[in-house]
């Protein structure tokens, strides 16, 4: 059985670890990033999470913290590219299969040393590119994570255990049992 607590302050610190890799401009914070919303989402729903299922923890979750996420073309996109483009092929081609056929959005990524990424970190300057921004984008990782883990729903906190009992997340043996 999985100590809770341990558990989420284990999922926080994750998304705390993050938010200092997003710093370096190393295009494999993405990667990274990747693997872990795929981890929330699938914790979430506690199942393997298909595009739909992605998308709409996406729209529903990082929405709270930024409406840009809200929209089903940013959803798509990030799950095409981020997701599928990144996790599977290690590129930021998006694919153009099942649910990502007909996705026109391209992402892309940026690292820049001062605020000027706040203001351009998720901006659409036309509607086929999405602009993210390393060190903002991990900030909205953080904050998702923290609505998360705050909430009062019964149901999703089971979830996230039982997700967890079945796939324990990247730690040493026993970190996360009672």
């Known amino acids: 059985m999985i100590d809770e607590y341990k558990?989420?302050?284990y999922i926080k610190e994750r998304a705390d670890e993050l938010k200092n890799y997003s710093k370096d401009g190393s295009a494999f914070f993405f990667l990274m990033a990747s693997a872990y919303i795929d981890f929330l989402s699938c914790a979430i729903n506690n199942q393997c999470s298909p595009g739909i299922k992605y998308c709409e923890f996406i729209q529903t979750y990082f929405?709270?913290?930024?409406?840009?996420?809200?929209?089903?073309?940013?959803?798509?996109?990030?799950?095409?590219?981020?997701?599928?483009?990144?996790?599977h092929n290690f590129s930021f081609a998006p694919e153009h299969r099942g649910v990502c056929r007909g996705n026109n959005i391209t992402i892309k990524v940026f690292h820049v040393k001062n605020n000027d990424s706040e203001k351009d970190h998720m901006k659409m300057p036309n509607n086929k590119l999405l602009l993210i921004g390393a060190?903002?984008?991990?900030?909205?990782i953080q904050k998702t994570v923290k609505k998360i883990l705050i909430s009062s729903d019964?149901?999703?906190?089971?979830?996230?255990?039982?997700?967890?009992?079945?796939?324990?997340?990247?730690?040493?043996i026993g970190y996360f049992n009672k």
């Open 63 to 87: 929405g709270k913290v930024n409406p840009v996420y809200k929209q089903a073309d940013v959803a798509l996109a990030i799950y095409c590219v981020m997701r599928n483009g990144l996790l």
């Open 7 to 9: 558990l989420f302050s």
């Open 154 to 172: 019964i149901k999703l906190k089971s979830n996230i255990l039982k997700w967890c009992e079945n796939h324990p997340p990247i730690a040493p």
């Open 135 to 140: 060190e903002p984008f991990a900030c909205d």
